[in-house]
């Protein structure tokens, strides 16, 4: 949500679009482009801060002379789907005033451009000078949705008052390797990480994990090579095998987004029943931890009937596993 002066834009489709002076719907993953666009058109217009750019940042001068001619209104049109009017008329508007506030949520970072697609986002109350007062970009960190109580994960209960004490990843080669070090390391339960090839040290900390005295246990979904001095390697699934809502979530669950997938990379935002994701589990999952809100259906296709079928698949699913009580 972009707000700045009277008018509110929403450059997303949820339920504060009903509340939008303007909607605008760039095609996914080209933010970038459209940012980039919109800070040509204000530095054309002179609505550009040049003496908060020249007290205050760093290469604007690249930016201006030779990014910003590389996005034209057209080429921009073409990339977003935005018309070219209506991205003019956007940039206008965001520039013509230092009241701005752009509000950045969840799933921009969900693109391969991801962090360009902030970076840019964020240098336009830069460029504008919005940032001198009480103008900006408003980030979602999450972190008010990754409440965990980490005593339940970490059993810290059953330290029964001991402090045990920390190494440092990187020191690990030296560590297991010190014959000084008391007591000594006798096991080592290695997850998400691969240090015999990830520590700065990486001939120190293959020395330390052949010891024949140390008991090693991977878990991993892939046979990396830290394996091969392991004792015992549990196998982990991956998220493409399991139907999984993070438990930090939970009842702060505000709003699902929905589509069919077929896997990989391609992020194809298929009609409901029309891939491979197990759309069933993922509303028992739902349901389970008791969500009841809103559902937004991203599948992307203009034919409407697609969109109905969508709604009824996820309607009819919802009521069935809400009969079964999620037996």
């Known amino acids: 949500m972009w707000a700045f002066g009277p008018t509110a834009t929403r450059l997303d489709q949820t339920r504060t679009t009903a509340f939008a002076d303007w909607h605008i719907q760039p095609r996914p993953g ?74 950045l949520n969840w799933g921009i970072q969900r693109h391969d451009n991801g962090g360009m697609m902030t970076k840019a986002i964020k240098l336009l109350p830069v460029i504008t000078g919005a940032v001198r007062g009480k103008g900006g970009v408003c980030m979602s960190t999450g972190g008010e949705m990754r409440r965990v109580d980490l005593r339940k994960l970490q059993r810290t209960d059953l330290l029964a ?15 297991l390797n010190d014959p000084d070090l008391k007591p000594p390391i006798k096991a ?10 990830c520590v700065p040290d990486t001939i120190a900390a293959r020395k330390g994990l052949a010891r ?52 990989g990379r391609a992020d194809l935002h298929l009609p409901l029943g029309t891939g491979s994701v197990d759309v069933r589990g993922a509303i028992r999952s739902l349901q389970k931890v008791g969500y009841d809100g809103t559902i937004t259906l ?21 009521s069935e596993e809400k009969t079964s009580g999620n037996r």
């Not at 209506?86 to 005033?97: I, P, R, S, W």
């Not at 290695?190 to 240090?195: I, K, M, S, T």
């Not at 892939?222 to 015992?232: C, G, L, N, R």
Request: proline share 3%; with cysteine.
């Open 298 to 318: 991203e599948v992307f296709t203009p034919d409407r009937h697609h969109l109905a079928y969508s709604r009824d698949s996820l309607q009819r699913i919802w």
């Open 212 to 263: 024949k005295d140390l008991f090693t246990v991977v878990h991993d979904t892939f046979w990396s090579d830290t394996t091969a001095y392991a004792d015992i390697v549990l196998p982990a699934d991956t998220a493409l095998e399991h139907v999984d809502l993070l438990a930090a979530y939970g009842s702060r669950l505000r709003h699902v987004h929905l589509h069919d997938n077929k896997g």
């Open 161 to 175: 008052g001991r402090k045990p004490r920390t190494i440092n990843m990187i020191q690990l080669g030296n560590a």
């Open 30 to 103: 080209t933010d970038a482009a459209l940012a980039l666009g919109m800070m040509r058109v204000i530095v054309e217009r002179g609505l550009h801060d040049l003496d908060f750019l020249r007290a205050h940042t760093v290469g604007w001068e690249k930016l201006i002379e030779e990014r910003l001619p590389e996005y034209p209104l057209d080429r921009v049109e073409a990339i977003t789907g935005i018309a070219a009017a209506d991205v003019e008329k956007l940039a206008l508007l965001y520039g013509g005033t230092k009241q701005s506030f752009i509000r």
């Open 188 to 197: 080592l339960f290695c997850w998400n990480a691969d240090p015999a090839n």
